[in-house]
């Protein structure tokens, strides 16, 4: 192995003792400037050496191990939601879409929230607001899946995520999983236009889409590459495949094209890839597998890049400034995802914090064609 690619491999190796149980979740007024929109925040001084201990924060937060629960806040507007539903009652909604303004603000980033939000909105809306925001293809496909039977879906979920009755958790982790990543407002909180702008998706292109889940990315993908085009859904969880298949039978949407997967990449043709793209999905990478299955799986990945293709890579940040609230799910450090990269044979195109708590990172093959 050369020598870079042992130093990268060693930053990779020390920030995962860098984990620190996630300890110091927070920073101190006196640490670098946070990244913000736009702009490439260099790492902390030593990153490598950091002390699990050490208060300007993890460079990896875990957060399976320092789980905080669901809070007595977020109980009690499930409670209402359900009341509302269960009695038809107006006032109980409007106060429930009160709370979640309030919880979007305080406690969560990229979860359940702004769905709720918008759930309660639309049941309070008139005919005519409904119809102008079942516009929105995700509204639209939320109503379609949930709205059945007097929202019996969405009454289902809420009792089982907030613990107000029993649920099958391989179930509720389905329905969690839609809930909170094909809302519609999920390009409220991660300017989902700006990540799409980066990706550059032009008609005729080959698009994966690595753990695809209930397919936010996946349909946008298939629409922007239309009929000449491929986008590849690539999931494991069985019930996500099923609602990726219906919804492209439901709509159509030909060239998508749904790969169930084991954890490998999908086996395509060398060099027939434009775009391979993974949001929220490299961290399993990063965290959960040996070298010689990470070292295989993107071997793959570069394999299958057409010369000038790009893996495009939508992550989220530990390090923020007091106040800021977290992505309430696993983050990895840009500087310190992007050295394992480059360990592995990628180079940077470039990067950007489309929002402090997430950042998307484009890079090619390691002397790969430019433009």
Known sequence: MNTAKTAGFLVAGLALVGLGIALGRGLRPDVPEPPVPGVIAPPPPDVATLPLSDPRGSLVFYPFLNQTGITDDAVAAAELVLRGLRDDDPAALEEALASYQLLNEQENFGGEYPTLEWFCEYALADESQ????????????????????????????????????????????????????????????????????????????????????????????????????????????????????????????????????????????????????????????????????????????????????????????????????????????????????VAYGFERVTAEYVVPQRYVLVLRKAGGAEG
């Open 130 to 341: 409904r119809r102008t925001m079942l516009e929105n293809d995700d509204g639209r496909r939320f109503v379609e899946l949930f709205g059945r039977e007097d929202w019996a879906l969405l009454a289902e979920y809420l009792t089982g995520k907030y613990n107000l009755g029993r649920m099958d958790r391989k179930w509720l982790f389905y329905l969690d999983e839609i809930v909170r990543f094909n809302s519609p407002y999920r390009h409220r909180w991660e300017r989902t236009d700006r990540i799409l702008d980066l990706l550059s998706i032009e008609p005729g292109m080959e698009v994966v889409d690595v753990g695809a889940g209930g397919g936010f990315y996946s349909f946008r993908f298939a629409e922007l590459v239309g009929r000449d085009g491929r986008a590849y859904a690539v999931e494991m969880n069985e019930q996500h495949l099923e609602y990726l298949r219906r919804v492209a039978a439901d709509e159509g949407l030909d060239s998508l094209v749904v790969v169930p997967t084991d954890g490998s990449f999908p086996d395509l043709p060398e060099g027939s890839v434009d775009r391979v793209f993974l949001c929220a999905t490299y961290q399993t990478l990063y965290l959960s597998i040996r070298e010689d299955e990470r070292t295989r799986w993107l071997e793959d990945v570069k394999r299958a890049l057409a010369p000038d293709g790009l893996l495009v890579v939508a992550e989220n940040e530990p390090l923020l400034e007091p106040g800021l609230v977290p992505f309430g799910g696993i983050s990895v450090s840009l500087p310190l995802l992007e050295a394992q990269l």
